[in-house]
């Protein structure tokens, strides 16, 4: 695994909008960035490969074990909430997609630092824009990279009728353009895939309908599960019968307790770093995380018994993590974002950022392997 | 290889262009029914109320679905819920005229172009005065099917019995959590 200079294509910004990529620059800077990519061996994408498949075998053990014993407790997790996870796993709803975010460093196990197992975005950057990148550039080299036809082959074995309502939030660009890509492929899958934005959904007081007064039978919602459960709707979901997407029992595992959980499990696994719901049980520094937080906010590293922090996250609760530095790439901090479909890996998309906690201000950074 | 061997994209790329221009999101969500002006100005300014009533009629005239005999149109929005709108032409231009418009009595009113038929349109049973809208896009035409369902232009906005309106469906259940978050996204 190496990080190499790249020459950016003159054209890449035409290139990016010509694919319909609307946020390749967020507040003025790129996000994109093609000035680098990082290159890898056969026998390391392997790795990764094989690595992301044993992880999602291990979280549908934990989800099993949580459900068949009524862990729900420490996930902070509503009576009602905790209904709707059991009742989606016991029923065997299916998955679309989730991505690991992985630590990967030269001669080191792959290792999990959390699980975007729910609403997952950088998704449309990965499996289109960077697979374009290298079409024009390394047309001969390969990449970990089959998102897009693997979406296609995934919709229709949800089990989900001719029609699925997509949803997001108003004004971002970046959740309207992942929620459109997913709508893309569904489209190619045969799927009536309809928009709609998440407050413009309705109850009738049979069940949930869109903007035309349809029944919404299946809604992909790129919006978290513990919003929705926060909110008035979440009462009718369950008795409206919507086939939701991803299921409720993602609740489980994008919630960072998941964390702690598997280091039960599988303790001393390669690719899992040690994980408490208590601190002060790692020796040395950890990573308190919210066990609900979402884009790096309010994690911070802590010694001792230190607890974390709430701020704008953090009242339900923190993870302890030990603290593994990303690996330093002459001043770049690479995270591996590494996708499956399906339960399926799937393919990696790299972000980057110049600090070793990665935000929403970190950059996309294509890769490639030989 | 573990690359995907082709990418194709139907909805974005060059077609999105074509696809927002459609417009997901030009259907009134939230509003108001009223079933005449008087009603409407118990509750809203006249003169809001004037401008709205005078738009949906016009957009009554324009847009109303057409039936080719009455009993097409009474099949999709009841008995006696149906009124002849008279076809004309007038070099080469087609013009619609309502016989009853203005007229208690049912008159047939007389025009001076050549009469070529009448089609059928649904009674315009109320307006829907939409919540925050522009001027000029503010009021539609409301109409009842035969089930009772009254419908916004394409927008299925609650049922009807007489004047009676219940808004049956409730908005806004979601995404006050996202709000509240100002602007946050909900990906991750």
Excluded at chain 1, 5 to 19: K, M, Q, V, Y
Excluded at chain 1, 293 to 300: P, Y
Excluded at chain 2, 10 to 37: K, M, N
């Amino acid at each position: 695994m190496e990080r190499i200079a790249i020459t950016p294509r003159s054209d890449w910004r035409r290139r990016a909008e010509g694919l319909g990529f609307a946020f390749h620059t967020i507040d003025g800077k790129p996000y994109w960035d093609e000035t680098a990519a990082y290159l890898f061996t056969a026998a390391e994408i392997d790795e990764i490969e094989d690595a992301t498949a044993e992880l999602e075998r291990c979280c549908m053990a934990a989800v099993e074990k949580v459900v068949r014993e009524n862990l729900f407790a420490p996930f902070g997790m509503s009576e009602a909430a905790a209904a709707l996870a059991r009742a989606s796993w016991q029923r065997g709803e299916r998955n679309l997609y989730g991505r690991f975010d992985l630590r990967v460093a030269p001669g080191q196990p792959p290792k999990l630092y959390e699980y975007n197992a729910d609403t997952p975005t950088a998704l449309f950057e990965a499996s289109v824009v960077q697979w374009e990148w290298l079409q024009t550039l390394f047309a001969d080299d390969d990449q970990f990279n089959s998102i897009h036809e693997k979406l296609i082959d995934a919709w229709p074995r949800l089990g989900l009728g001719p029609v699925v309502h997509f949803t997001c939030v108003r004004d971002h660009d970046e959740d309207r353009g992942t929620t459109d890509y997913l709508r893309d492929t569904a489209t190619q899958a045969g799927i009536e895939a309809p928009f709609l934005f998440v407050d413009e959904i309705g109850w009738n007081g049979r069940g949930f309908v869109d903007g035309e007064g349809r029944p919404i039978a299946a809604l992909f919602k790129l919006y978290p599960w513990e919003w929705l459960m926060a909110e008035d709707f979440s009462r009718h979901i369950g008795p409206s019968g919507v086939r939701m997407i991803e299921p409720a029992w993602k609740m489980i595992l994008s919630n960072k307790a998941i964390l702690a959980l598997l280091w039960h499990m599988f303790p001393d696994h390669p690719n899992l770093l040690p994980a408490y719901l208590e601190p002060g049980k790692i020796a040395g520094p950890a990573v308190a995380k919210p066990l609900l937080g979402r884009e790096g906010e309010d994690v911070r590293v802590v010694t001792g018994a230190e607890a974390g922090r709430p701020g704008s996250y953090g009242a339900e609760g923190f993870v302890y993590q030990a603290a593994a530095p990303l690996p330093d790439f002459g001043g770049h901090y690479p995270v591996v974002g590494s996708w499956v479909v399906a339960s399926q890996p799937a393919g990696i998309g790299i972000r980057e950022d110049d600090q070793p906690i990665t935000t929403n201000t970190s950059r996309f950074v294509p890769h490639l392997f030989r | 290889m573990k690359r995907s061997r082709s990418i194709r994209l139907v909805l974005l790329g060059a077609a999105a262009v074509t696809l927002s221009a459609c417009g997901d999101d030009d259907e009134p969500i939230g509003g108001q029914y009223f079933a005449d002006e008087a009603q409407c100005a118990s509750a809203e300014n006249g003169d809001t109320c004037r401008a709205a009533v005078a738009e949906a009629r016009g957009r009554h005239m324009l847009t109303a679905p057409r039936f080719a005999s009455r009993q097409q149109c009474e099949q999709e929005y009841g008995a006696a819920n149906c009124e002849p709108v008279e076809v004309a032409q007038a070099q080469g231009q087609a013009q619609t005229t309502t016989p009853s418009n203005g007229k208690p009595d049912g008159a047939p009113q007389q025009t001076s172009t050549p009469r070529t038929g009448f089609s059928f349109i649904p009674l315009m049973t109320g307006f829907w005065l939409a919540r925050n809208a522009a001027p000029g896009a503010m009021a539609s035409p409301v109409y009842r099917d035969a089930q009772g369902r009254a419908f916004s232009g394409r927008s299925y906005v609650g049922t009807l019995q007489g004047r009676n309106f219940t808004a049956d469906t409730t908005r806004g259940g979601f995404g006050g959590t996202a709000m509240a978050r100002s602007g946050s996204g909900g990906g991750s």
